[in-house]
DNA sequence: GGCCTACATATAGCGTCTCTACCTATGAGC
DNA sequence: GCTCATAGGTAGAGACGCTATATGTAGGCC
C-alpha cells in the first residue's frame, strides 16, 4: 500500500486504536498490525510525532508510568478526542462514499 | 471535507475521470463536481499539475485543440493509463478495507 | 562480565503533494 | 471599451509522513 495513503487519516487511525482503552505508542503500532494483518506497518517516526500533535491538539493525554523498569508514555483519549474520533468516523465515511462514486462500480460513464 | 484527505487519491480521480471519455482540465474539473454532488471542488492550481504530472508519468496524453477560438487541452487516457487506473481501484478497495476494519463498527476493543 | 537483540521513546531533515494566490488570454454581453 | 465566464498555467507555502539516527533498559547468550 502506497505509504502516502495514509495522509491525512493518520489521526482517525490513532484515535480509533486508542478508542476505550490506552496504549502506549509502541503498543499502537503493534495493535494497529494485529487489526490489519499487517498490512499497517507504521514506522515509529510516524507515530510518536503524530501522538505528540493529538496531544497538543487536546485529543489524547499521556501518563508516565514505568513498567519492568521500562518507562512507557501511554495515551488515552481526552472527550475530545472522543468527539474527534467521531467526526473522523464520519469524515471517513463521507470521503469513502465520494470516492466510490467517482471511481465507480468499474463502469463507463452513462451519458444521461 | 479535509482537502489533505485527497492525498494519494486525486491520481486515481482524474484516472477515473478520464476513463472512456476525453476532457480538458476545466472540465474535469466540472466532471468531478457533478458526480460528487459538489463534494469535490478541486482548484485549477491542483488539477493542472496533477495532470502535468500524470502525463509525465505516460499515464496521459494531450492534444492541443482549438475550440470557438480557445485552445484547451484535450486529455485522455493511455493504455499505461489504464493500467494505472485498475491499480488505483485495486489499492483503493485495499486501502478502504484496512482502514474501515480499524475504525471499526464504532465498537469497542473485544479484551479477549 | 560483555555483547547483542528486543523493547520503547524521541528528533532532525527530507521529499512530496496539495492549496492559495496570482497571472495570462479569448469570446460574449453590456 | 469593459467586465465576466471560460480556460490554462505558475510560484510559493505549508503540512505531513518517511527515513535515518540517537538514547536507554531488560534479558538472553557466550
Redesign the pocket.
Known sequence: MK??A??????ALLLATLDGRQL???????ALQQVSGGALD????????????LERAGHVI?DWST????????YRLTQAGQKALHAERSAWREFTTVIDGVLGGGGKWAQT
Open positions: 505509504p502516502d495514509l495522509r491525512g487519516h493518520l489521526d502506549h505508542g509502541y503498543a499502537i503500532i503493534e507504521l514506522p515509529t517516526g510516524t507515530v510518536y510525532p503524530a501522538l505528540r500533535r499521556s513498567v519492568g523498569g521500562r518507562k512507557r508514555r501511554t
